[in-house]
């Protein structure tokens, strides 16, 4: 179970996220939405520890996040697995490399500064390919890929972590409508044949109706709507994108 408990930060006189409280069940798979800017990169960066909090609590399974340091958050940034916008790959090494990169806070760091994976690593990689359909571009450089392949490849990277938690952050903002519905299939079906719980920011209604069956809605930096999608109404939609997008 994640807890998060009167949650902010603060930039200088800017409040990005104002006493967030809201808990996520193992196994949910739940839509974080919002205008730009609105505070949803901010959440999911916090709860992943990429951001310090100004203050507030989060807690995993009963274990105090927010006050994790050295080894232990590196093992918390393994455990919750982050997928960014804009892939966050390393252009110049191969597809597998990108995806080993994942397993690095499991090897003593002489490997991982070497990039001696271990055989069993390199299996465990190229079967999360295999699961996202990209095994054959492998051995290619990740630059020679289309955008939709690259995020697959960032969603294996994650795999490989053996993660108990995913945060996608605008995982399909970059991508045409049809990488679009491969991306969300694949974290649905991760979400639903591995039990993994996943929190995934989007900007587009329409996806969250499709693909979460529980939405929070966030509003200068506030949590404005926590329910079920088919309790999202047309007054708070419009109290969340400032305009019916119903």
């Not at 902010?8 to 919002?34: D, K, M, W």
């Not at 002489?110 to 069993?120: C, G, I, L």
């Not at 996806?207 to 529980?214: K, P, W």
Request: aromatic residues 4%.
């Amino acid at each position: 179970m994640l807890e998060i408990t009167a949650l902010s930060r603060t930039y200088g006189n800017v409040r990005a996220l104002e006493a967030v409280s809201l808990s996520v069940a193992p196994g949910e798979f739940v839509g974080v939405i919002g205008r730009s800017g609105a505070g949803k990169s901010t959440l999911l960066r916090l709860i992943n520890r990429l951001v310090e909090p100004s203050s507030g609590e989060i807690s995993f399974n009963g274990e105090t996040v927010s006050a994790l340091s050295g080894r232990e958050l590196r093992d918390w940034r393994r455990r919750c697995a982050m997928i960014f916008q804009q892939f966050n790959l390393i252009d110049r090494l191969s597809v597998l490399d990108n995806v080993l990169v994942g397993r690095v806070a499991m090897l003593p760091r002489w490997r991982s500064w070497t990039m001696a994976w271990p055989v069993a690593d390199r299996v465990v990689a190229i079967e999360a390919l295999e699961r996202l359909g990209i095994s054959e571009h492998a051995l290619k450089r990740a630059d020679q890929l289309s955008g939709g392949q690259q995020q697959r490849v960032a969603i294996a990277r994650a795999l490989v972590q053996e993660p108990q938690l995913i945060l996608a952050d605008e995982p399909v903002a970059s991508l045409d409508p049809h990488s679009t519905r491969t991306v969300m299939d694949s974290l649905a079906r991760i979400n639903r044949e591995d039990g993994l719980t996943v929190l995934c920011n989007l900007h587009h209604l329409d996806l969250a109706r499709e693909y979460c069956r529980r939405v929070i809605g966030v509003a200068a930096g506030r949590v404005v709507f926590d329910g079920p999608i088919e309790a999202l109404d047309a007054a708070t939609i419009r109290m969340i994108y400032g305009e019916d997008e119903a």
